[in-house]
């Protein structure tokens, strides 16, 4: 039962934190700050720490997710309880990926596939590119054209926000 509850909360978790799969999984209960709602990421790529963020909705699911737990094991994302409630695998991950995408007739797709969605997903709802570099983990922006991967649907939705002529009363 834990496996299949876990499944939805932690696909939406790895979505909302746009942290990347192994940084994810080393997420242990005492990096969540829950008055705050942020999460320590200890060991982002090059062992930085950055702070992460998840919403209201990925909030609850976190709560509900740990008021099923019956266990003492200090990772926040653990394997069911008759495997003995160890720290969910990279494997484990991408198993639960591979069967909710089966559930909801999706083609495969990867955990970093979350990374890719979040990036575009912040840079749809405005966020500015420097922030969201941060919020991945990269040095500079350099490295985050390579998740934001425009449609020209995309690039028409911003000319309508903030075309020149049409938005300066023009």
Not at 39 to 46: A, H, M, T, Y
Request: with cysteine; hydrophobic share 35%.
């Amino acid at each position: 039962m834990l496996d299949q509850f876990l499944g939805g909360r932690s696909l939406l978790c790895l979505l909302d934190t746009g942290a990347r799969a192994n940084e994810f999984l080393s997420i242990n209960l005492e990096d969540i700050n829950q008055a705050r709602v942020d999460i320590l990421i200890r060991q982002g790529k090059g062992h930085k720490p950055r702070t992460v963020y998840i919403g209201k909705q990925s909030k609850r699911a976190v709560r509900r997710y740990l008021n099923h737990r019956k266990d003492d094991c200090p990772a926040l994302w653990v394997t069911h309880p008759r495997f003995g409630s160890n720290r969910l695998s990279y494997d484990g991950l991408r198993e639960i990926l591979t069967r909710r995408a089966g559930d909801a007739c999706v083609n495969g797709s990867s955990p970093h596939d979350f990374r890719r969605a979040f990036a575009l997903a912040m840079l749809r709802n405005s966020i500015d590119i420097f922030t969201l570099a941060k919020l991945m983990g990269h040095e500079g922006i350099s490295v985050l054209q390579r998740y934001l991967k425009q449609t020209n649907l995309d690039t028409e939705n911003a000319h309508h926000r903030a075309g020149p002529v049409g938005n300066a009363g023009m």
